[in-house]
């Protein structure tokens, strides 16, 4: 099996980025169809009015309703063909700019990325995770290629609830450990090859910037604030771990997370705050040695991240739905797979409650 990295063709960050979109755009087409979530329409709305304006281009905003499912991509795509678009811009959080990547794709456009917030590694990714009508994990959707373009204004950034930028650490804190895991195992990752040695080095060093700059980062975006700690965990989450997930691969802990979505309790998290969880499952799952789970668990405590069941919203610990949890986590095609060894969901529902006791005592 061959190695394969695969990545975005340009990555921009810095402040004050989002005032230089349509200068960024004008070479994939005249006419732009902008996907939107409608809270952050306001932040952009005027200078990307004015920018088209200044180069005589067409641009439509469009907003996104919420939910990245095939009614809502089905939906988009018909608006977007009508407008006659040449290429799709994502603005926002993470299921809208999956909604857009799939816009895109099912019209065979460009597309860029705008992340509003730095909660998720979605941006830099050659798929979109696809949920039911009622927020359930239903399917990954890979694409052929990673977007055209992510720009991330880091001014916005860092101005947005600090919760989602340390949700966004909880999402980027998996990528080293899942990377470690399917390299162990010698399974293909989402690239569809095996791991490169760069590949690896960037989910090494998104680990090592988490637990450097995460707890900086967090402060200075309590006060809006752009500091090189802020810049360094933007990247972390947005690009190192995009790049480290994608070309190195996925395991245990994103397959948790995908389980944990058939708990309602858990339905007001975001994603990374699921995906901490499940990397502390996912190191009792392994057996990883105790100063290793001490450290991720001791970070998650400083920035605020859940690392029990109750901090997560269950109150009371269901053992069916646990169960329930465990299999869908371990459903055919799912990424657990990936891990070194066979896993059932019997060992999946012990690890969750283990996890649980361990952070609890």
């Known amino acids: 099996m061959e190695k394969i990295l695969i990545s975005p063709s340009k990555y921009i960050q810095g402040k004050g980025a989002i005032h230089q979109v349509a200068r960024h755009v004008t070479g994939f087409g005249q006419r732009a169809f902008a996907i939107t979530d409608p809270m952050v329409l306001p932040l952009v709305e005027d200078s990307l009015a004015t920018q088209f304006a200044g180069l005589d281009m067409h641009l439509t905003l469009s907003p996104f309703h919420g939910q990245c499912s095939r009614n809502e991509i089905e939906r988009l795509v018909q608006v977007a063909k009508e407008d006659q ?140 604030l752009v500091t090189q700690a802020m810049e360094n965990i933007i990247e972390a989450n947005t690009y190192l771990s995009g790049i480290g997930f994608e070309s190195c691969g996925l395991a245990a802990a994103h397959a948790i997370h995908n389980g944990l979505t058939v708990l309602e309790e858990c339905h007001h998290l975001y994603h990374g705050e699921k995906v901490a969880f499940s990397t502390l499952v996912q190191l009792v799952l392994e057996n990883a040695p105790k100063e290793e789970f001490a450290q991720v668990l001791a970070f998650c405590r400083q920035v605020g991240l859940p690392t029990n069941l109750h901090e997560m919203g269950v109150t009371t610990i269901d053992l069916p739905q646990i169960m329930a949890v465990s299999e869908m986590a371990c459903a055919e095609g799912e990424t657990i797979h990936n891990m070194p060894f066979p896993v059932s969901a019997d060992q999946v529902y012990a690890a969750i409650l283990t996890t649980h006791a361990l952070t609890t005592a």
């Open 85 to 224: 678009a040449q290429v799709i811009i994502g603005i926002g959080g993470g299921k809208a700019l999956d909604t857009a990547k799939s816009v895109a794709y099912y019209l065979g456009l460009p597309v860029v990325i705008i992340p509003t917030i730095a909660s998720t590694d979605a941006p830099t990714s050659s798929l979109a995770v696809i949920y039911t009508e009622q927020g359930e994990f239903s399917e990954y959707l890979f694409f052929p290629a990673n977007p055209n373009m992510v720009l991330v204004d880091s001014e916005i950034v860092a101005k947005a609830p600090v919760r989602l930028l340390v949700a966004g650490m909880g999402d980027a804190l998996a990528t080293y450990f899942e990377a470690r895991a399917t390299i162990a195992s010698g399974k293909a990752t989402m690239a569809g090859g095996l791991a490169t040695k760069a590949a690896f080095a960037i989910a090494q060093t998104c680990y090592q910037t988490l637990l450097e700059d995460g707890y900086s980062a967090m402060m200075a975006g309590k006060q809006g």
